[in-house]
């Protein structure tokens, strides 16, 4: 494993020290994404985060810290913890695009949200798609898959909202979306990478069919404000 790889192990506070420093809350020794792009938080020492925690959570109710479990204050409560595998590829896929892909602009940006609410609301906000670049399929003028960019590093991109409208799964999509995205990320010589939660068996085979690998489990956990204080 490479020095740089091991950022990996932080993935929200290298993305907010790195290429998306302009997106961050810096308390500095724990760095938030504004809440109207992502509600992900990430520190380096577990010492003094309690405050700034309950000072983030003022800009919004329900968040997510991504590693190791932090300390926060009674007013919050932990939701849950998601356990996720992180994966990652050194590889493009040789995989044929057979879908006709399109780059998603300002122009979608209401069809994406309204696709997304599906599956995806606790973690795509209004502006998740102004973190990087965004794909989506459409049929009959619908969008009916999508698939894009989140957490950016230096030398990582991450993968995210890997999502199929219910009445169009089977049909290819999500792995048509991954593919691209993953051969759009080395265009731009970085690495690709993703997270899913440990339970979803069927997306973490279709990753494996794009050639990703395991790289670690990691812990989402979602904090919420405490009704009882």
Same mark, same amino acid.
């Given at each position: 494993m490479t020095l740089n790889e091991k950022k990996l192990d932080n993935p929200v506070w290298y993305s907010l020290s790195e290429t998306h420093k302009g997106f961050a809350i810096?308390?500095? +020794?724990?760095?938030?994404? $504004?809440? =109207?792009?992502?509600?992900?938080?990430?520190?380096m020492e577990i010492e003094n985060i309690s405050n700034p925690i309950s000072e983030y959570s003022e800009l919004t109710d329900n968040f997510f810290t991504v590693g190791q479990k932090p300390n926060f204050s009674n007013n919050l409560k932990l939701k849950n913890e998601l356990v996720c595998l992180q994966m990652l590829t050194h590889h493009k896929t =040789?995989? +044929?695009? %057979? %879908? =006709?892909?399109?780059?998603?602009? %300002? %122009?979608?940006m209401n069809d994406l949200l309204e696709l997304v609410k599906i599956a995806y609301p606790e973690y795509f906000k209004k502006k998740t798609s102004s973190l990087g670049n965004y794909y989506g399929i459409f049929k009959n +003028? @619908?969008?009916v898959a999508v698939t894009g960019e989140r957490m950016k590093m230096n030398e990582y991109v991450e993968i995210s909202a890997v999502i199929t409208h219910p009445n169009n799964t089977g049909n290819?999509?999500?792995? @048509?979306?991954?593919? $691209?995205?993953?051969?759009?990320?080395?265009? @731009?010589?970085?690495?690709?990478?993703? $997270?899913v939660a440990e339970t979803n068996v069927g997306a973490i085979k279709l990753y494996i069919k794009l050639g990703f690998q395991t790289r670690r489990k990691i812990s989402f956990w979602n904090i919420t404000k405490n009704p009882t204080v």
């Open positions: 810096d308390f500095d +020794n724990i760095k938030f994404y $504004h809440p =109207d792009y992502c509600p992900f938080g990430g520190f =040789d995989l +044929n695009i %057979e %879908e =006709d892909i399109v780059a998603l602009g %300002e %122009e979608h +003028n @619908q969008l290819g999509y999500a792995k @048509q979306l991954a593919a $691209h995205a993953v051969k759009n990320i080395f265009n @731009q010589k970085k690495t690709p990478y993703l $997270h």
